[in-house]
């Protein structure tokens, strides 16, 4: 009961009672009395200001920032969580497959084979050649797990286009060039709606990126357009995942458990030296006697101190296989760690469940540590596989299609591609941008009753084998054309017989 219900009741009981009497009828649910309750003592000392995106997100992004890349070069948890997306993610790259609207374009399917053929020659080189890398260090695929690696570590990543002569045998000047979220940052004395250097304009819009250089980290940054002004296409990417309306920068992944890893860090450095404690035999030596008798012990020991310059403070270590003799009044005490906790392995998977939970990464994925049953090992790796196909497809569509898309733009304005209507219209363009990319595949644990079941959904019509051929991650035409071939070789070889029947 609220302060208003309390002196309604007071002054006028029967009031209070239709009051009372009417909430319950019309179902009303005062969350005063219950997830808002300042009385409750469940709740006390429980004091949360909440504002705007920005307000909340951006203030303390540096120091998210840096205990992210710290919980990731520390080799704990968090290593293995962004690495295991990574590499399930990303793998070894998405993979084009040209998807020619041939319908749109009015043309047959085996002229949108030819013109999908000449495409993926095209990209494969361009994309498979370290000229596509601004800095010609990686290939495609390379920069797509380093683009996405930086935005899950970091919370973004922001990307540019550049275009650079690569030299008259490599045929585009196309680049990928990624910048890493630190260099984001706002000019001084900007009188621009610019926060954590991300320009706005009077509607709420992006249109402006303001990049610090990478060599002075005092000078103004440069301002990058974030859209073309006549074409309206994308100048910059900026990949990150946004939690709230409004919010401009990205929070790297690791934010919500990096107490709880910190935490978990520190207890298994200190069982492991718990665990180290427990293979030393530690022996003090207690004495009643003269310095004289302690010599004569330590004598006993191996240690030679006939001129009693043994320093009182100085560690002794014991030496293999001596026969002490001690002396009166002398006797020798062990010392050993007996106290090891009990149940570390318990509740350091308890701790990666509840991690793993957050981080939508079952945990046996996490530690790859399948000891349940099949059906719940599978099961994890099922949920695990919706987490990585959204990823994957944010990847795909905020990564990969556009630059695959000013690809084909320059590949058919040099004469590379012989698209018609390319320029004509922008339904026509994507109708031959349009692509299918192909992930890593979801895994199994039993390849045997996985793909009986591919194909009781392929005779039951319920899925086709080019959709099977990419859950496991493999392009079905090159599948088809290599069996193609494999089948004739077999004939030709005299190994199989065709039925002329």
């Known amino acids: 009961m609220n302060i208003v219900d309390k002196a309604i009741n007071y002054f006028n009981p029967v009031a209070g009672r239709e009051r009372a009497k009417a909430r319950i009828e019309t179902n009303i649910i005062n969350y005063a009395d219950y997830g808002a309750s300042r009385s409750n003592n469940s709740f006390f000392g429980w ?5 705007k995106a920005d307000d909340d ?4 992004l540096s120091v998210l920032r840096s205990r992210s890349r710290d919980l990731y070069m520390s080799g704990s948890v968090g290593t293995a969580a962004l690495k295991t997306l990574r590499t399930n993610v990303i793998g070894k790259g998405l993979t084009c497959k040209p998807q020619i609207d041939y319908k749109l374009l009015g043309i047959t399917t085996t002229k949108a084979k030819e013109l999908e053929l000449s495409i993926e020659r095209e990209w494969l080189l361009w994309s498979n050649s370290v000229n596509c890398d601004a800095d010609r260090r990686l290939d495609f695929g390379r920069l797509q797990r380093l683009a996405f690696f930086s935005k899950i570590m970091n919370g973004e990543v922001l990307v540019t286009m550049p275009y650079k002569n690569r030299g008259k045998d490599f045929p585009y000047k196309l680049t990928v060039q ?3 979220s630190d260099r984001l940052r706002s000019p001084y004395g900007s009188d621009k709606d610019i926060l954590e250097g991300v320009e706005l304009d009077e509607n709420g819009e992006v249109v402006a990126y303001h990049i610090g250089s990478h060599k002075d980290t005092y000078s103004n940054p440069v301002r990058l357009e974030a859209f073309g002004k006549e074409s309206g296409e994308r100048l910059v990417l900026h990949l990150f995942e946004p939690e709230r309306v409004g919010q401009r920068r990205g929070i790297p992944l690791l934010s919500q458990v990096i107490e709880s890893i910190q935490q978990l860090t520190k207890y298994s450095k200190s069982e492991v030296r718990r665990a180290a404690l427990l293979g030393v035999f530690t022996a003090v030596i207690t004495t009643e006697g ?14 030679n101190d006939n001129n009693n310059n043994h320093v009182e403070d100085e560690p002794i270590e014991l030496g293999s296989q001596n026969i002490i003799s001690l002396n009166p009044g002398e006797d020798i005490k062990t010392v050993s760690a007996t106290n090891a906790q009990l149940g570390f392995e318990q509740f350091f998977k308890a701790f990666c469940v509840q991690i793993g939970a957050i981080l939508e990464i079952p945990s046996g994925v996490l530690m790859k540590n399948f000891t349940a049953s099949y059906s719940a090992s599978r099961a994890e790796l099922l949920e695990f596989w919706k987490m990585t196909n959204c990823e994957q497809d944010y990847m795909a569509k905020n990564f990969c299609q556009p630059i695959y898309e000013r690809f084909l733009i320059e590949a058919q304005a040099k004469g590379r591609l012989k698209l018609p209507g390319f320029f004509d219209d922008l339904l026509i363009r994507q109708a031959y941008c349009s692509a299918k990319w192909i992930g890593a595949s979801k895994g199994n644990l039993n390849p045997l009753q996985e793909v009986r079941a591919s194909v009781e959904k392929i005779n039951a019509k319920l899925s086709t084998r080019e959709i099977e051929a990419t859950e496991y991650g493999n392009d079905y035409d090159e599948v ?11 004939i030709e070889g005299g190994l199989k017989v065709v039925n002329e029947e």
């Open 47 to 51: 004091k949360v200001k909440s504002s």
């Open 57 to 60: 997100t951006t203030k303390q």
């Open 178 to 180: 990624l910048i890493e």
């Open 290 to 303: 003269s310095k004289s008798n302690r010599s004569n012990t330590l004598n006993a020991l191996g240690i």
């Open 480 to 490: 088809h054309a290599q069996r193609v071939e494999e089948e004739k070789a077999d």
